[in-house]
Every structure is written in structure tokens, then in C-alpha cells.
């Protein structure tokens, strides 16, 4: 049980580590609101993450891959980071301060939870974390065993929330407004980019995202 809790875990830090919508959302937001801002971001996206992860380890994950379902689900992602680009370009052109507020905590929550939802990237790699159980010996999981796998996800999500909140307020808590402003400039061209790139793994016959999936499988899932 600790070394499925521990692959678990491992997978899990990867998983949250690789840079992507959600990560540039969290520093794009905490440039203008902080610690909290950045910390919601990662809170939302968790409500994502936990579907995802519930729906990949009932074995759902793998319908979720069918083009029927994958490609609108796609789409709409690719939408919203068209329009955060788009937004966050707008907002390099305005003056702000780094400052704590409600109403950017509660707006960074929802931009959190949708980039998360709406990620096409995470239906191909929850698909895949079933064969990570397998890898650790446990071919035939009890229902004990999928509790524990998705602990150990759950608990490295968590975990990074908090390193990465921290580690985007760190570097902004003295940034001067110009500063702040290309970072905005340049989390608008990531989004925009990813939007992209989201549009051609859809198109592609092999996805990116699969590929990708298991190879953080394979890390996550070796002895240790």
C-alpha cells in the first residue's frame, strides 16, 4: 500500500509540475493579486484534477478519449485560453498593483476550475494512470487499492498548490509594475500558443497528450 500511496504521489507531483494553461493562469494572476490569487488558481483547478481522476480510475477515462467526446471538450478549452490570451493582452496595457482582492481570488477560483475541466490534455493522461498500478505489482486493484491511488493523487495536487502559489508570490511580491506588465504580455502569448497547440493534438491521429501520460507513468511507477 505505501509504495502505490508513493507512485501515487510521485505521479501526481508530475502531473501538477509540467508547466501548462494552469500554471501561467496562477502566475498571471498572481502578478496582480498575490499569494491568494495564485493559490485559488491551483485550489480551482483542482476541482478538475479530482473529476478527471475519478473518471480516468473508473475506467470512464477511456471513453473520454473518443473523438465524439474529446474533440467538443477540446474545442472549448482551446476557446478559453483563446480568450485569457486575448485578456490577459488587454490587461498588460492597464496600470495595477500587486494587491490582494475577494473578487480576483473568486475570478481566479473560476478561471482555475475551467482551464482544468476543459483540458484535453487530462483525459489522455488520467486514462493512463491505470496502467501505473500494474507497474507496481497490482494487477488486479481492490477497491482499497483504488482509494489509496487516489489519495496519493489527490495529496500531491494539494501539496503543490500551496509550493506553487508560494513560489509565483515570492518572485512577484517586489515586482514593479513594468515587470508585471510583460509577464502579463508574455502569459498571453503562452496562452495563445497553447490554444494552438491544443487545436493541432485534437487534429492529430496520435496525441501528444497520450505519449506524454505515459512517460510520466513510467517515471512515476519506478522503483524508488
Not at 494553461?21 to 478538475?48: I, K, N, P
Not at 478519449?65 to 474529446?70: G, M, N, W
Request: hydrophobic share 55%.
Amino acid at each position: 500500500m505505501l509504495s502505490l500511496f508513493v507512485s501515487a504521489f510521485v505521479l501526481g507531483i508530475i502531473f501538477n509540475a509540467a508547466p501548462g494553461a494552469v500554471f501561467a493562469e496562477t502566475v498571471r494572476q498572481g502578478a496582480r493579486g498575490g499569494y491568494s490569487a495564485a493559490l485559488a488558481v491551483q485550489l480551482g483547478s483542482l476541482v478538475g484534477d479530482t473529476t478527471w481522476a475519478v473518471l480516468g480510475l473508473a475506467g470512464i477515462g477511456l471513453l473520454l478519449q473518443l473523438d465524439a467526446l474529446r474533440f467538443p471538450v477540446g474545442i472549448a478549452g482551446a476557446l478559453y485560453l483563446l480568450y485569457l490570451s486575448w485578456d490577459s493582452w488587454k490587461a498588460a496595457k492597464q496600470e495595477f498593483t500587486v494587491k490582494p482582492s475577494v473578487g480576483a481570488d473568486r475570478s481566479a477560483l473560476k478561471a482555475g476550475v475551467l482551464l482544468s475541466v476543459t483540458n484535453p490534455q487530462n483525459i489522455a493522461y488520467i486514462a493512463a494512470l491505470g496502467s501505473a498500478m500494474g507497474a507496481v505489482g497490482v494487477h488486479a486493484p481492490s477497491a482499497s487499492d483504488y482509494v489509496v491511488f487516489f489519495v496519493g493523487l489527490m495529496s500531491a495536487s494539494l501539496v503543490w498548490c500551496f509550493i506553487c502559489a508560494w513560489i509565483v508570490a515570492r518572485i512577484f511580491k517586489h515586482a514593479n509594475p513594468r515587470w508585471t506588465t510583460i509577464t502579463y504580455q508574455l502569459c498571453a502569448i503562452a496562452f495563445f500558443a497553447l490554444a494552438v497547440a491544443s487545436v493541432k493534438d485534437l487534429l492529430s491521429p496520435t496525441s501528444a497528450a497520450t505519449s506524454s501520460a505515459k512517460t510520466a507513468v513510467s517515471a512515476a511507477s519506478a522503483p524508488l
